[in-house]
C-alpha cells in the first residue's frame, strides 16, 4: 500500500517536474510566434502603399494579436508561480475532508480554479469592459484570426488545467501519506502500548517465578521435615518394639525371680518349722 503511493507521488513529481519544460515550450512557442508578429509588424509598416486607414486597422489588429498573446503569457506565468508555490497547501487553506474531498478554509468544497474563468476576458480585458471592448474590435478581426485565437484560447485552457490536476493529485496524494502517517504514528503507539504491557506481563511472569521458587523450597523443606518425622516414627516404633522385648525378659525374669523368693520363703518356713520341732524335742530331752 505505502509502496503504492510512494510510486503514484514520485510519477506526480515526475509529472510536475515535466510539467515546466511544456510550459517553457509553450511560451517559446508563443514568443517565437510574437517574434513573427512583430516582424510582420514591421513589414506592414514598410508597405506604403497601402492606405493610412487600412495600415492602422492592421497595426491595430496586430497590435491587439501581441497584446493578448502578451497576457496569456503573463496568466500562464503566474498560473505556473501560484501552482509551484511549495506550500500551496497552507496558502489556500486546502484540507482533505471525508465525504467532501478537499475543501478551503470555510469547510467548503474546493471548485475547480481554472474552469471558472474566462480566458477571452483576460485576453481582452485593456482597463476597460472586456465584453464592449471585444465587441468594438470584432470586425478588426477576421475568421482566420479568431480560428487561431480560440485555438490559443483552448490550449492555455488546457494546460491550466492539465497544472490544477496535477496539484490537486499531489494535494490529495499528500493528505493520503498524511492519514498514512497518522496511522504509523498510532500504529507505534499501538505497539509501546503492547510492549509495555507485555514488560509488566514479563514483570509479574518473574515476580510469579521467585514466588514460585520460594514455594517450591518451602514445599521440600515440608517435606524433608515429613521425612524426618516419619524416620523419628520409625525409630521410636523400633525402641517400643526393643522396650516391649526387654519388658517381656524383665517379666520372665521377674516371675523366675518370684519363684525363687517364693522357694526360699518355702525353704525358710520348713526351716522354722524344723528349728521349732528341734526345740520342742530338746525341750523333751531335757525333761
Same mark, same amino acid.
Given at each position: ?37 512583430? =516582424? ?9 502603399? =497601402? ?37 500551496l497547501r497552507e496558502s489556500y487553506g486546502v484540507?482533505? /475532508? ?28 485593456? +482597463?476597460?469592459?472586456?465584453?464592449? +471592448? ?8 477576421? !475568421? ?18 492539465? /497544472?490544477?490536476?496535477l496539484v490537486k493529485r499531489v494535494l490529495l ?12 504514528? #498510532? ?13 509488566? /506481563? ?8 521467585r514466588f514460585a521458587v520460594g514455594t517450591n ?8 521435615? =515429613? !521425612? ?25 525374669? #521377674?516371675?523366675?525371680?518370684? %519363684?525363687? =523368693?517364693? %522357694? ?20 523333751? #530331752?531335757?525333761?
Amino acid at each position: 500500500m505505502a509502496t503504492g503511493e510512494g510510486l503514484d507521488l514520485q510519477s506526480l513529481k515526475t509529472q510536475l517536474s515535466q510539467t515546466p519544460e511544456m510550459w517553457k515550450q509553450e511560451m517559446a512557442q508563443m514568443e517565437t510566434r510574437v517574434d513573427a508578429l512583430q =516582424v510582420k509588424l514591421q513589414a506592414v509598416k514598410a508597405c506604403l502603399h =497601402v492606405s493610412d486607414e487600412d495600415e492602422r486597422k492592421e497595426l491595430e489588429v496586430l497590435w491587439e494579436r501581441v497584446k493578448s498573446i502578451a497576457k496569456l503569457l503573463t496568466y500562464l506565468k503566474s498560473k505556473a508561480m501560484v501552482m509551484a508555490e511549495p506550500y500551496l497547501r497552507e496558502s489556500y487553506g486546502v484540507k482533505h /475532508m471525508e465525504g467532501a474531498a478537499l475543501v478551503d478554509r470555510s469547510d467548503s468544497p474546493l471548485p475547480s480554479m481554472s474552469r471558472d474563468v474566462d480566458l477571452s476576458l483576460i485576453v481582452g480585458s485593456d +482597463g476597460q469592459d472586456s465584453l464592449s +471592448g471585444t465587441a468594438k474590435r470584432q470586425d478588426c478581426f477576421n !475568421e482566420k484570426d479568431m480560428v487561431y485565437i480560440d485555438e490559443l484560447l483552448k490550449s492555455v485552457q488546457i494546460v491550466t488545467d492539465l /497544472m490544477e490536476s496535477l496539484v490537486k493529485r499531489v494535494l490529495l496524494a499528500e493528505s493520503e501519506i498524511a492519514i498514512e502517517k497518522e496511522k504509523v504514528t #498510532f500504529g507505534q503507539l499501538e505497539i509501546k502500548r503492547k510492549a509495555a504491557q507485555i514488560e509488566s /506481563m514479563s514483570l509479574k511472569l518473574e515476580e510469579m517465578e521467585r514466588f514460585a521458587v520460594g514455594t517450591n523450597s518451602i514445599l521440600n523443606e515440608m517435606r524433608q521435615r =515429613v !521425612e524426618d518425622l516419619v524416620e523419628e516414627t520409625s525409630r521410636q516404633r523400633l525402641r517400643a518394639e526393643e522396650n516391649e522385648v526387654e519388658l517381656s525378659r524383665v517379666k520372665r525374669d #521377674f516371675e523366675s525371680l518370684k %519363684s525363687y =523368693v517364693s %522357694s526360699l520363703i518355702t525353704v525358710r518356713e520348713t526351716l522354722l518349722s524344723s528349728e521349732k520341732q528341734f526345740q520342742t524335742m530338746e525341750k523333751l #530331752f531335757e525333761r
